[in-house]
């Protein structure tokens, strides 16, 4: 779909539509009746997309998706994906293992506690990522969140992702960037903290147990101040 025809796409068939290239959108592409889309190369354009509740496959090599929408299925199957516009999820995003999906932008898990998203790979945050419910995304085992970003981990460190035996919670930082952190009252499976470069000096506070019930590890460069944590670890 080059990105001068401003075109409108209506995709209203049984079967999965295949887009083996860039899906550039300028007009507006519409899903709907049982259709599925299968997207191998890079989502761009400020063209209207609207999932009419169908579900989006990414599952190229190296993906991009840049363009601003929102989603209301996605598997994320392609080795490396980033999304760097501002994406919401109405239900369901499955996060493939062996998948590492970065986030540059913002994206937004509306995933309802009875039908979460699922993290089965890894997702990298170097934006911002809100999870709107109580259990919206679940830490599979075996799989890895990285936040590598100032913003705000609340809803991610908190109830609002459930983290299984075996999954992997890291807080990354650097000597210049000051990565958000939060462990009170906080519940996790592995726990890292790791420097990029330089060192890192994350404070952590408040006056809430946190859990850990596989390991903790304090990587190289990071200095850990703990003066204003009260609670238990």
Do not use: C
């Not at 890079?42 to 509740?53: D, E, I, Q, R, V």
């Not at 903290?193 to 000096?201: K, L, R, Y």
């Not at 990587?219 to 670890?233: E, F, I, N």
Request: charged share 5%; aromatic share 8%; net charge neutral.
């Amino acid at each position: 779909f080059p990105s001068h025809d401003r075109v409108t796409l209506t995709l209203n068939g049984t079967g999965t539509y295949f887009v083996d290239g860039t899906l550039s959108i300028a007009g507006t592409v519409t899903m709907s009746g049982s259709s599925l889309l299968e997207v191998d190369g890079n989502m761009s354009g400020a063209g209207t997309f609207t999932h009419g509740n169908r579900k989006v496959i990414f599952a190229g090599t190296s993906q991009t998706v840049s363009s601003s929408t929102t989603f209301y299925d996605v598997d994320v199957n392609s080795a490396n994906l980033t999304m760097s516009g501002t994406v919401s999820i109405n239900r369901i995003m499955n996060i493939s293992a062996g998948t590492t999906m970065t986030t540059s932008g913002t994206i937004t898990f509306a995933s309802a506690t009875a039908t979460p998203s699922n993290l089965y790979g890894t997702l990298l945050n170097t934006g911002t990522i809100s999870i709107s419910n109580a259990g919206g995304l679940v830490m599979n085992s075996g799989s890895t969140y990285i936040h590598n970003a100032a913003t705000s981990v609340t809803s991610i460190a908190g109830s609002n992702s459930i983290k299984n035996a075996g999954s992997t919670f890291i807080y990354r930082g650097s000597s210049a960037l000051s990565t958000s952190v939060s462990i009170s009252s906080r519940t996790f499976a592995n726990l890292r903290f790791e420097s990029t470069s330089g060192t890192w000096t994350p404070t952590i506070s408040g006056s809430t147990a946190t859990s850990i019930n596989g390991d903790l590890y304090i990587g190289s460069g990071v200095s850990l101040t703990s003066s204003s944590y009260t609670g238990a670890l």
